[in-house]
């Protein structure tokens, strides 16, 4: 842009600074105190730098570093860079669950964004929920906005072989309760699995989320799979800073950006990548922001689309050898080739996502695969409906057990998460590998925050006889980077007294997921008197603070899990003085 045009262009922060009376001599004087000239206050746009870095959360602990580069990209481009903390809610380290707090997070980003001098926003991301979360706050203010993320961890080594992080968790810890590792053996791959600053190095949800962010258009082309400890990365940082000024003056906000179209694309890009399940809340949380209104039914824009991403839980290889390949860009291509792709939908860069891929390369076809030749032929998350989830279930086809995808079975019931970790290791417990496990109460309420705690670990004695998987269903959520035939996120959920409440051990339970059909064997009658009686008997302890918030707010999983208050574009118009 033409530097005149650039002089043109009304700025918001010009509301605080750019004015000669005792409102603009306050702000402008007790910034000078961080030694700011005069000059940057003469109608250069304030660009914030959103920042979830934390050694709380390790994914995004080196995040000082990159605001340090996207700094540099904005004062090039003749910007000024502030940079604010908002709350990092990691994976790893938060209890009892980081979903508990991703509505807290996003009100953060969303109030420090309208309540400051800023004119465009660069959100540092990646840990799990920081990525939804600040694009949800952001989403709600609707400047221009783009993200970057943190990129995955170094591949794990583990006994001369490459292992995911997450994954590797799951796997190993199955082989000790089967007996056929040691204690020492499990625990000797703590340090092999995460080796390097970074997210997952699977993809699990914060891979998922930075290629959800790719393929809406939020980012620049390449910013979901650039190893974290690579010096692209840290290139990647500075252009976005470059970027974002000229889009304050373009006036390219988050809304021409995040079209139904956008959210189409990254569906379908789910599917090939072979995503989190948690995508589906996170998008629904996003487009609800935004403005867009996107159903479960949508997701059946990803059926038919094949998995062609290789990786780790539903494939072989890592992150880093996904970037080596061609990273999302070559993902795009071959989904634009196919018909799955709306060509036309514009990038923060300016661009359409086609023009941005139209040549992107695929240097490893066993790493990103052909159309011909996919993972999975029909790779789109799948939505299940019926008297068990008359809202809707999700189940992840690319890590699943193709033949337990017709499966009819007797249930074993857990009421909650302790239930379970009681009577799991009983080795009295009745079951066999045709039961169907289900855990109740571990949804947005039931938790609460809807821990990912759906991927049962199956019972020791069945493990100790070489069973890997049997059908789970859940209305908690599940880690990215686990595996299984696990139906998720049921709605509504136990505590809201949906029909999950009321199954009982021996009930048979059909899974179909060809027809999209979760059926719980119980007469219509039967199952009423069983949610009456249950409704009668229940008591939901008051607990104060911002959990008592969340369980009153917070919608169901079908609907984002977003707080009710929250959904909506309200902008940033500026608010009044403070003085």
């Not at 500075?238 to 959210?263: P, Q």
Request: hydrophobic share 40%; net charge negative; with cysteine.
């Amino acid at each position: 842009m033409a530097s005149d045009d650039k002089k043109k262009t009304v700025l918001r922060s010009a509301s605080w600074f750019g004015t000669r009376d005792k409102n603009g001599f306050m702000y402008r004087s007790w910034m000078k105190n961080q030694g700011i000239p005069d000059h940057h206050f003469e109608g250069r746009p304030v660009i914030g730098i959103c920042n979830t870095w934390s050694e709380l959360t390790p994914c995004n602990a080196h995040f000082r570093k990159i605001a340090e580069h996207v700094r540099r990209g904005i004062y090039e481009a003749g910007g000024v860079p502030v940079e604010f903390p908002v709350f990092s809610n990691g994976e790893s380290n938060l209890r009892p669950s980081a979903m508990l707090t991703r509505n807290l997070a996003s009100m953060d980003t969303e109030e420090a964004i309208r309540g400051n001098p800023i004119d465009g926003v660069v959100l540092l991301v990646g840990c799990d929920k920081t990525t939804p979360a600040l694009l949800m706050g952001a989403a709600s203010c609707n400047l221009p906005t783009i993200v970057v993320t943190g990129g995955p961890m170094l591949n794990g080594k583990h006994k001369g072989k490459d292992v995911g992080s997450g994954t590797l968790v799951w796997q190993m810890h199955e082989e000790y309760k089967a007996g056929n590792i040691s204690l020492h053996e499990f625990l000797s791959a703590e340090g092999s699995m995460s080796r390097s600053a970074g997210t997952c190095n699977t993809m699990g949800t914060a891979s998922t989320m930075a290629c959800m962010a790719e393929s809406l258009g939020a980012s620049l082309p390449h910013n979901a799979a650039i190893p974290a400890v690579d010096s692209r990365r840290y290139t990647l940082a500075h252009l976005s800073g470059m970027r974002i000024v000229d889009m304050v003056h373009e006036d390219l906000t988050l809304s021409k950006v995040l079209t139904k179209e956008a959210f189409h694309n990254a569906i379908r890009t789910n599917a090939a990548i072979g995503g989190s399940t948690n995508a589906v809340i996170h998008l629904k949380a996003i487009a609800g922001r935004i403005g867009v209104d996107l159903e479960l039914e949508d997701w059946k824009e990803g059926r038919g689309v094949p998995t062609l991403v290789n990786l780790q839980p539903s494939g072989e290889y890592l992150m880093e050898d996904f970037y080596y390949a061609g990273g999302l860009p070559a993902v795009l291509r071959r989904l634009g080739e196919s018909g799955n792709l709306n060509r036309d939908s514009l990038t923060v860069n300016g661009k359409t996502i086609w023009e941005n891929v139209v040549d992107a390369p695929c240097y490893n076809e066993d790493v990103i695969r052909p159309l011909d030749n996919p993972l999975v032929e029909n790779g789109g998350i799948c939505i299940l409906k019926g008297n068990l989830a008359p809202r809707g279930a999700v189940l992840k086809p690319s890590a699943a057990t193709p033949k337990l995808m017709n499966h009819r079975g007797r249930a074993v019931v857990f009421e909650n998460f302790d239930h379970y970790k009681q009577r799991i290791v009983d080795p009295e417990l009745d079951i066999d590998e045709n039961c169907v496990m289900v855990l109740k109460n571990c949804g947005p309420k039931g938790y609460p925050g809807m821990a990912e705690v759906g991927n049962m670990g199956l019972p020791p004695k069945l493990l100790k006889r070489g069973i890997k998987d049997m059908v789970r269903i859940s209305d908690a959520r599940m880690s990215g980077t686990a595996f299984g035939t696990v139906v998720l996120h049921v709605a509504p959920e136990a505590m809201e007294l949906g029909p999950l409440a009321a199954v009982r051990d021996g009930d048979v339970i059909h899974l179909d997921a060809e027809s999209g059909r979760l059926h719980l064997e119980v007469s219509d009658e039967e199952l009423a008197d069983r949610l009456e009686t249950l409704k009668s008997q229940q008591v939901i302890a008051s607990t104060g603070g911002y959990l008592e918030i969340y369980r009153e707010r917070v919608l169901q999983a079908d609907e984002g899990c977003d707080f009710d208050f929250l959904v909506g574009c309200r902008g940033a118009e500026v608010p009044s003085h403070s003085h």
